[in-house]
Nanobody, 120 residues
Framework: QVQLVESGGGLVQAGGSLRLSCAAS????????VGWYRQAPGKQRELVAA???????NYADSVKGRFTVSRDNAKNTVYLQMNSLKPEDTAVYYC??????????????WGQGTLVTVSS
């Protein structure tokens, strides 16, 4: 079974840091683009950061300069380093990946989400 598992969420004070991980498992040939999304209570899910298979990145304006997305292809894992966290960063964070899977070809997969809570 192909799946994405996020980890690293938790409670942190404003100004603090967290690193989220998104680990892919299963019969994966390759991981193409990966995006980190977040959804705050009562709000729509939004794209926070993304990274291509070649390592190109882009960020939402609200997190530029504070968040960094990176990937370790050997570990099939993508990270989101979050610094200078603000209360408005509080949300459930999800990763989404475009995968090439043995026997299935292209597959888009979502993780289950990890909660980040930033206290003021």
């Amino acid at each position: 079974q192909v799946q994405l598992v996020e980890s690293g969420g938790g409670l942190v004070q404003a100004g603090g840091s967290l690193r989220l991980s998104c680990a892919a498992s299963g019969r994966i040939i390759s991981i193409n683009a990966v995006g980190w999304y977040r959804q705050a209570p009562g709000k729509q899910r939004e794209l926070v950061a993304a990274i291509t298979s070649g390592g190109s990145t882009n960020y939402a304006d609200s997190v530029k300069g504070r968040f960094t997305v990176s990937r370790d292809n050997a570990k099939n894992t993508v990270y989101l380093q979050m610094n200078s966290l603000k209360p408005e960063d509080t949300a459930v964070y999800y990763c989404n990946a475009d995968l090439i899977v043995i026997g299935r070809g292209y597959l888009e997969v979502w993780g289950q989400g990890t909660l980040v809570t930033v206290s003021s």
